[in-house]
């Protein structure tokens, strides 16, 4: 299911839209597939939607393989199906790439295949390494930008609340303050649920508000699912100078399916055919009142 691919940003409304859209070209994917990760798929979908969509990042609609402006790392890899889903709803990849999913040889390996897809950075699902990567990015642009006498593009990054028990991501935090690359905004995705269980049992990450702060990040916390908040702390983080910016996003995983809302064994379990059917039949009802919201305004 595509919506329209943006010249100009969208409402709102129409982010939302797209949102569910996303949502379900990740239940389709992921029934055919067989396999895969729809909880942390669906619970990051609201955040993708806005990043592209709302005009908060500054990147050629129309040309996937062109990196020279904003760019976007997904560090939890193993939510492939989200960024796939929005390649999709911009027409980077058509409706027969979306029935290849997992397959051999597709565009659509489980963890994103950058020699692959069009429109990726880097291959990515080795938890800990995507902000690492991102962090060098954005000081590689800045660098650039500075023999330019240019400001720096941006890059942004996702990473999940499991991959922050990685002591790597703790030096990649404590690197781009050091360097203040306010040039770098990181997206964390606070669902609280990993493989094993709840991340607050597993692992706990603490005041994980106060730890960014402490390691010298502007931080600020928002519901990951509203659209108006996201792009406000997008809006507030391009103002932050000379820091690094985390906008820690509370987030529900399998959101915008009842039955895979907040559930572990979610985490990593394609549905079945019923299950995905059941799915559709909700997003389809949430899709109608989406698009009434759409057509009044």
Not at 82 to 111: E, I
Request: charged share 20%; aromatic share 6%.
């Amino acid at each position: 299911m595509t919506t329209q691919t943006p010249q100009a940003p969208l409402s709102a409304a129409e982010v939302r839209l797209v949102a569910n859209a996303m949502r379900h070209d990740i239940i389709h994917m992921l029934e055919l597939a067989k396999s895969g990760h729809p909880g942390g798929s669906l619970s990051a979908a609201d955040v993708m939607a806005t990043l592209y969509f709302s005009g908060a990042m500054d990147y050629d609609h129309a040309n996937p393989d062109d990196h020279s402006r904003d760019r976007f790392f997904l560090s939890k890899g193993h939510a492939a199906p989200t960024l796939y889903a929005v390649f999709h709803q911009l027409g980077w990849l058509t409706d027969a790439d979306m029935d290849t999913c997992r397959q051999l040889g597709s565009k659509l390996q489980g963890h994103p295949d950058n020699h692959a897809c069009p429109g990726l950075e880097i291959c990515s699902g080795s938890l800990g390494q995507g902000l690492s990567v991102a962090a060098g990015a954005a000081l590689g642009m800045r660098l650039d930008a500075k023999r330019s006498g240019v400001d720096p593009y941006r890059v942004y990054v996702l990473c999940g609340d499991g991959e922050m028990q990685e002591g790597s991501n703790w030096e990649a935090l404590m690197f781009a303050a050091h360097m203040g690359l306010d040039n770098l905004t990181m997206f964390l995705d606070l669902n609280n649920l990993q493989i094993d269980g709840h991340v607050t049992d597993v692992c706990s990450l603490g005041d994980i508000y106060g730890k960014l702060s402490s390691f010298g990040w502007d931080v600020q916390a928002i519901d990951g699912h509203s659209v108006e908040a996201i792009e406000g702390a997008v809006a507030k983080a391009k103002a932050v100078h000379g820091r690094p910016q985390a906008i820690v996003c509370t987030t529900i995983k399998g959101k915008g399916v009842s039955f895979m809302e907040d559930k572990q064994n979610w985490h990593g379990v394609a549905p079945k055919h019923d299950e995905a059917e059941a799915a559709i039949a909700e997003l389809d009802q949430e899709r109608e009142q989406l698009l009434k919201e759409v057509r009044n305004g």
